[in-house]
T-cell receptor, first 116, second 115 residues
Framework: KAGVTQTPRYLIKTRGQQVTLSCSPI?????VSWYQQTPGQGLQFLFE???????NKGNFPGRFSGRQFSNSRSEMNVSTLELGDSALYLC???????????????FGQGTRLTVV | TQLLEQSPQFLSIQEGENLTVYCNSS?????LQWYRQEPGEGPVLLVT?????EVKKLKRLTFQFGDARKDSSLHITAAQPGDTGLYLC???????????????FGQGTILTVHP
């Protein structure tokens, strides 16, 4: 069974630009969550999608957005990039929303975004 | 806001030593997961604990969930250089089931095991 696939693995962007990151969850998994990881703040929750609907949202500005497609693949977009957006962006896949066992998240390798 | 305090932040030990990492919160979690992360990679799930007081063993690793489901510990016996990495605890929410997908992470423990 293939794992969570994130593309691209590395990205360098200039301040003010926008970026789109992609995540393909494990086959059969319907929930996709996004996290930002930085040395100072650790792993912080961005948002979660299930069945193309955003179910949870973290405390990030509106420049951070996402969406999920009918095949459960997800994209996140960051507009008007700032230097502080440089981070490892991780996507996590879960089977679905119900039950404590459903809380187990399987992560992709991440996209390393550098804003210059 | 749910917070998880993880300690210690750094741990440098010799091969063969034992260690314990702690994860504490004032909030109740529906479950708690432990992950290990290598540089440049995503976190890899080690274990999920669900029931208060639960103890799970994974070879030389022992995980415990507090009775009140607010804290957890990871104990490694006879650490080996291959155990080196970033260890993360993460709690899943409880409110109505809609926050299961939101994991709250501790700051992580960077473990280095010297040969």
């Amino acid at each position: 069974k293939a794992g969570v696939t994130q593309t691209p693995r590395y990205l360098i962007k200039t301040r003010g630009q926008q970026v789109t990151l992609s995540c393909s969850p494990i086959s059969g998994h319907r929930s996709v969550s996004w996290y930002q990881q930085t040395p100072g703040q650790g792993l912080q929750f961005l948002f979660e999608y299930f069945s193309e609907t955003q179910r949870n949202k973290g405390n990030f500005p509106g420049r951070f957005s996402g969406r999920q497609f009918s095949n459960s693949r997800s994209e996140m977009n960051v507009s008007t990039l700032e230097l502080g957006d440089s981070a490892l962006y991780l996507c996590a896949s879960r089977p679905g929303p119900k039950g404590a066992g459903g809380t187990e998240a399987f992560f992709g390798q991440g996209t390393r975004l550098t804003v210059v | 806001t749910q917070l998880l305090e993880q300690s210690p932040q750094f741990l440098s030990i010799q091969e063969g030593e034992n260690l314990t990492v702690y994860c504490n919160s004032s909030s109740v979690f529906s479950s708690l997961q432990w992950y290990r992360q290598e540089p440049g990679e995503g976190p890899v799930l080690l274990v999920t604990v669900v029931t208060g007081g639960e103890v799970k063993k994974l070879k030389r690793l022992t995980f415990q969930f507090g009775d009140a489901r607010k804290d957890s510990s990871l104990h490694i016996t006879a650490a080996q250089p291959g155990d080196t990495g970033l260890y993360l605890c993460a709690g899943a929410g409880t409110s109505g089931g809609t926050s299961y997908g939101k994991l709250t992470f501790g700051q992580g423990t960077i473990l280095t095991v010297h040969p």
